[in-house]
């Protein structure tokens, strides 16, 4: 799968290189562009910020440099991709949309930065726009890894498939508590259970406790009847 990202900071997606999405795009699963979309500013000052029309605080992206990066991509190709805007005012990225949107064979990520992107380049190349919680940020940059980190993990091959299908399972419900070693830490045990080497019990146990963590800690999850999750 291939991400393009119009961004301008780039070196800000180094963080992701060095993940498991990182190894992903050794293993040629996961394709991850930067285009920093100030190289397509016109001026001498490589500038793509400006005042905002009607007044008022902050500047604003100039549509230009945005729709000249979009052009360079879309020129080479014979299909169009989904390009999404990382922005307050889309839709709550949950794990259904990030499933759904690990189908695609290639998105554009737009980012924003300042007060926002011109309107009019927004209407002319966004098909849909995604937001990854209710707070202030300073760019999309955050919100973009975000996506791409949680839409790249259900890419076939890019982790072990129980760990996708482990959820499928708890889907919907937090997950149980987990122990490794030491059998006693801080004079803490280990729960018996887990240690008695009886799968299907240790399996109850398990499904037990997601629902009583849920219930209790994440009432919401059970409440809003589990449809946006359940796919
Ligand atoms: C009004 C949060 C403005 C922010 C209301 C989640 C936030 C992109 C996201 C803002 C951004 C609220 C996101 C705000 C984001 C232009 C550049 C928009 C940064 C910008 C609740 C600033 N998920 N925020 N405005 O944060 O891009 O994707």
Known sequence: MRFDVLTLFPEMFDAVKTSIVGRAMNNNLIDLNLINFREFSTDKQKHVDDCPYGGGAGMVIKPEPVYDAYKSIVNDLDY????????????????????????????????????????????????????????????GELPAMVLIDAVSRNVKGVIK???????????????????????????????????SGHHANIEKWRREQSIEITKRKRPDLIKEERSQTNG
């Open 80 to 139: 169009k991709p989904k390009v999404i805007y990382m922005s307050p005012q889309g839709k709550v990225l949950t794990q259904q949309i990030a499933r759904e949107l690990s189908k695609e064979n290639h998105l554009i990520l737009l980012c924003g930065h300042y007060e926002g992107i011109d309107q009019r380049v927004l209407d002319e190349i966004v098909d849909e726009e995604i937001s990854i919680g209710d707070y202030v940020l300073t760019g």
């Open 161 to 195: 498939d129980e760990s996708v299908e482990d959820e499928s399972f708890s889907d919907g419900y937090l997950e149980y508590p987990h122990y490794t070693r030491p059998e006693v830490f801080m004079g803490k045990r280990v729960p018996d259970i887990l240690l």
